[in-house]
């Protein structure tokens, strides 16, 4: 179940798929900064998304996945240059 307060800030939200043997699913992970200003991330399943959040999943997933490989090379550059 997705928890958030009232004065909850959401700071970002993406779609990534997850599978193993014999199973998948379609969690959506959300970062929240709470009136303290710590962060924690939270999950919305797929029997809690809305359809709005069902339809743009795929593509949040997609660039998400792009970005994680853009910061991975990134990364391994940087490391080359040290």
């Known amino acids: 179940m997705f ?3 009232a ?3 959401i ?4 779609g990534e ?3 193993g043997p014999g199973w998948a699913n379609q969690p959506l992970w959300v970062t929240v900064r709470d009136r303290e200003g710590k962060l924690r991330i939270e999950c919305i399943q797929p ?3 809305t359809l709005e959040i069902s339809i743009l999943f795929k593509m949040s997933a ?3 996945a792009q970005m994680c490989k853009a910061v991975e090379a990134y990364i391994k550059r ?3 240059q040290r």
Not at 11 to 14: D, Q, R
């Open 3 to 5: 928890l958030i307060q």
């Open 47 to 49: 029997n809690e998304q």
């Open 78 to 80: 940087e490391d080359k």
């Open 62 to 64: 997609v660039i998400s």
């Open 7 to 9: 004065d909850d800030k």
């Open 11 to 14: 700071i970002s939200a993406w």
């Open 17 to 19: 798929y997850a599978a």
